[in-house]
């Protein structure tokens, strides 16, 4: 069936270290959407990406999407306390329902 | 403009008894889908429902679990019997019409449910 995994399950950083987490599918995506959830919160929509090695810059956040479409990383430049919480990607196979099948999750922790 | 709204966002409740937890989407929006987040984990697809139809449930465990989307009100989630292993968050995300629609999910702010 459609799985996505994500590595690290865990890190934690120095603020203003950098940080990356990476996404992987069984199989080739629609498109790719990334979500924060900070703390006791609800996922946040923060960015999709549909081409087939598309990049995106949102600030200190860089998102790729692999050339096959079956993988995803996002990268954050020199890290905040501000960015700790658990980012998630979801991936989209197409189809008639939208939905999202959600990664297992990297949980960011930054030490000021 | 009131987003994704959620009650209750706490639920305490004993084994055997129902659980219900109630979601409004944004206003426009006439799609409807529920996540299921176990502690220290991530998001598991439940159910997709539009107004008055179950599109997708292939998320639901077979009993107990139950959906709907009524044509006046809320969407409910519904969990019979209710046992320690429910305990978790569940979140309720819609989207406008997903015909051509493949773009973000928003999300409510969960109701968190406590099975004692």
């Known amino acids: 069936g459609q799985q996505v995994m994500q590595i690290p399950q865990y890190q934690h950083v120095q603020e203003g270290e950098d940080f990356t987490t990476y996404c992987n599918s069984s199989t080739t995506l629609s498109n790719i959407q990334w979500y924060k959830q900070r703390p006791g919160g609800h996922p946040v929509f923060l960015i999709q990406?549909?081409?087939?090695?598309e990049v995106k810059k949102q600030k200190r956040l860089t998102f790729q999407f692999g050339e096959a479409k079956k993988n995803s990383s996002l990268h954050i430049t020199a890290t905040q306390t501000t960015d700790v919480g658990t980012y998630f990607c979801a991936g989209n196979y197409g189809g008639a329902t939208n939905k999202l099948i959600f990664g297992t999750g990297t949980l960011l922790a930054v030490q000021p | 403009n009131a987003g994704v709204m959620q009650n209750p966002r706490h639920l305490v409740r004993r084994r055997g008894q129902e659980a219900r937890l109630r979601c409004s989407p944004m206003?426009?929006?006439?799609?409807v889908y529920w996540y299921r987040q176990l502690p220290e984990e991530g998001l598991k697809f439940m159910v997709y429902?539009?107004?008055?139809?179950?599109?997708?449930e292939s998320g639901m465990p077979k009993e107990r679990f139950s959906a709907e989307f009524p044509k006046e009100g809320p969407s409910i989630l519904r969990i019979q019997q209710v046992v320690r292993g429910d305990s978790a968050a569940y979140f309720c995300?819609?989207?406008?019409?997903?015909?051509?629609?493949?773009?973000?999910?928003?999300f409510g702010e969960g109701s968190r449910l406590t099975v004692l």
């Open positions: 206003k426009g929006h006439s799609h």
């Open positions: 429902l539009q107004k008055e139809n179950i599109i997708d």
């Open positions: 990406l549909v081409k087939s090695g």
């Open positions: 995300a819609s989207s406008p019409r997903a015909d051509s629609y493949t773009g973000e999910l928003f």
